[in-house]
């Protein structure tokens, strides 16, 4: 059983462009929801997290929505640059237990 | 402030064979977290300690174990490796949600 579901599988945006990357999840008991980065070859590196008690977090070019009725949240990455072509996951986990749940990933590539 | 470590970078086995793959959290995290993560899949949880004592586990067969030191480091080792353990190993520490991955194991089983 999936329990978060990440969609597109890959995308592609020119550069400037915004790039949006949507999760579901299944379980209600999760409420903590990060979004990873990672580049070939390396480990996955924390972008940015939301909780449900917020409907949407910004921390520079990155912002997550959060839809706690439809049980689903985005990644919307603005003015996307070539350095920004990476795989890109969402997670979800619980309070105090810390072990995440990952999405498949999606494959980004901006074109210059 | 040191970030998360591990080691071997790369390692190649052959099956039948048992690995030990090492971590080093980061500085005041007592919590460590190892992961799966096959060519082109997310992470999956394999099992997370907790000041030395294994504080959940995903579904992952007994021969793949591990430990925590009281430094919090940490091993996992995985006994009687099949082919598909072929795949990167990824160790993260927290000491709330936030959790912090090293660069991973890259294992290859032949």
């Known amino acids: 059983q999936q329990q978060v579901k990440q969609s597109p599988q890959s995308l592609i945006v020119q550069k400037g462009g915004i790039s949006i990357i949507n999760c579901a999840y299944e379980?209600?008991?999760?409420?903590?929801f990060p979004w990873y980065q990672q580049f070939p070859g390396k480990g996955p590196a924390l972008l940015i997290a939301i909780r449900p008690d917020v409907s949407e977090k910004k921390e520079g070019r990155f912002t997550i929505s959060f839809n706690k009725s439809a049980k689903q949240f985005s990644l919307h990455i603005m003015d996307s640059q070539p350095g920004d072509s990476a795989t890109y996951f969402c997670?979800?986990?619980?309070?105090?237990?810390?072990?995440?749940?990952f999405g498949k990933g999606t494959m980004l590539l901006v074109s210059p | 402030e040191t970030g998360v470590t591990q080691s071997p970078t790369h390692l190649i086995k052959t099956r039948g064979q048992q690995v030990t793959l090492r971590c080093s959290s980061q500085?005041?995290?007592?919590?460590v977290s190892w992961y799966q993560q096959a060519l082109g899949q997310g992470p999956q949880f394999i099992f997370q300690y907790y000041r030395e004592e294994e504080n959940g586990r995903g579904n992952f067969p007994p021969r793949f174990s591990g430990l925590q030191f009281p430094n919090y480091s940490s091993e996992l080792n995985v006994n009687a490796l099949e082919l598909d353990d072929s795949a990167l190993y990824l160790c993260a520490s927290s000491l709330d949600d936030e959790q912090f991955f090293g660069p991973g194991t890259r294992l290859t089983v032949l």
């Open positions: 997670a979800a986990s619980r309070s105090g237990y810390s072990t995440l749940t």
């Open positions: 379980n209600t008991a999760f409420d903590y």
């Open positions: 500085s005041g995290h007592n919590t």
